[in-house]
DNA sequence: AATGAATGAGACTTCATTCAT
DNA sequence: TATGAATGAAGTCTCATTCAT
């Protein structure tokens, strides 16, 4: 990669990077793209040299977080295990995944119930999670637990319910949250 | 009620219902005060005889939102029974208002991380949740329940993670969800 | 004068004894129909049972406001004596008047320099003007003072930069400042 | 100075002197954003680069024209004379402002009694006000004149008279006023 | 005559986006 | 590539005025 490639790359992180904390904090609509520039330290027509909108900036954010999940979930599927361990594993993988991503996800949580804003992104995402819920009916169908299928939806809008109050309140225990609901699962 | 203060709880209403809708359906942001009117039928600026701001509007749904969850649950709660059929009452009556309230529910779930727009709403919307989370907790307890603080909020996050599922897909088998949960708790 | 006719007479005065209070106050652009109606404890609506339309209103306060003038000075013409003594009774009859109608010279000074609000309103003022410099250059003449031309134009514009300052101010030495110019008259 | 930054000044100069013309010939509130931008030339969003509000552009004006008056009088103030001498400067002083700087002294006299719009800026004039009625009094007194404190008042109220009557009027005989104003002063 | 609900033009302001430098 | 001045559509809100009751 040449040395100018290697600035380009630089900015445009930066700016994914300041969008991201902004949007988390403020939310898309209250983040101006002029904010942006400020936090970031750079011109207000900087960042339309390295996207075509705030949206295609919001979409690289997207596209960057899911590549961070798939990336986690992929490292984690490798390990070989019995079938709860494999579950017990994607708690904590995600519970990982949470706590260090916590804006990207945040954002994530907020922008879900606003269809106006985010065809393409909500499209993108909403695969990665039928993606999610279908690694974890396969698991309980192993498992040989009943009705698999309700009850991965059930474990997932767990998952997915703890994590959104670990977003929405300060000090929420979710270690505490996590061990329980694993400890449900292994005392079947 | 004089013929005036007739129309105007009818406009009110109208003003109210059509702004929920819209709210609910492409978000408080991406609603114009407008497209309010337009969709209700009146004018443009007939919404501030009414509301101070289109914040006040939002506040006001969120005043009635609120009080028509608290006759619901208020109704719920002098029913008696066993602490787990206190739960299972509860569990059904929040399906039974999301069914009902769909909208609303909507509204509160995307803007609960917008903590720009909200402050005041926010405030009561999570006293009233610290309130359902201490009585979840409180029947755990009762039924013997070992650390029903954690197990409350578990079981809190589980009925607001299938609600945040069925307020985001079409189709979502609420009803079935919440059997099965319920059976979780009666079966222990 | 039938009964109905001295209520439309009293309504009428009252809003424009309201309005005059709150454009003297808030200034023209600053008061509301609304804020008059409610200032006056009728409806919105009653109004334009009486004025055609809120300049409207503004031009009967002046109407009303130029008779007062001309008959307290008409009263004063009526007074023979020297012609000194006749500026005399011309300063002590403005000064009369100013605490008599301040609301009504404060709106009247407010509004003087904004054309926009008022071509007609301002005609008739400025040729009740033009009739009180030519009196005060006839007695100026008469009293054998050179150039009473410029001269009637200093005084005036003397006695209007009192009014001015004393409208503008709390507590202006009002009777002094006219006990002041008179003698600088007498003593010629 | 960089390209940036002069054409920011060249802008926000066209913006201020724009808006004084208009807001001296149509009045603050007669004159609206798009007005001053059409006017200027330029487009409606401009103003708000360099300005909060339509508030802040007219404090901006008041703060040059404040400047300027501060420096004409303070190079006035420098030149010794006799007190009489000193009073006769400061009259031809003014006139010569109220000549050059005839809009900003329009606006100025059009908003002194308009207390709604102007906290911020009448303070500062009423400052400046203030200091040059009290100028007027140390010369009146340094000259022997009896109650020189009602003579300042006076004389303050009778320059601001001939100020108002000028700007109010066309063909206002300024030049004459002022020598007469003079004259009286000087034969005492 | 009196009421006040309803209207809609127009005001101020924000902000994503363009483009000359 | 980087800058930031400039644009103008669109948003919220105000208020004089109309009109059915």
Redesign the interface.
Known sequence: MSKHQEKREESKTLLVNTALQLFS???Y??TSIRAIAAEAGVSLGLMYNYFESKEALLLEIFNRGNKDIEASFAKAADVPGAEIDQLEQHILQTVHLLKEKRAFW?LL??L??????LAQVVEETNAQTAYIEAQIRQNLEAAGIP?PD??A??L???????A??Y??LEDY?ID??AA??IQKYKSR
Do not use: C, W
């Not at 879900?112 to 804003?117: F, G, K, Y």
């Open positions: 904090r403020k939310g609509d209250g945040r949580h907020s879900r119930l606003q269809s106006n804003v009705s309700l009850e939806k059930l997932f809008a767990t998952i997915d319910g703890i959104h109050h977003l929405l225990p505490g949250m329980l609901l």
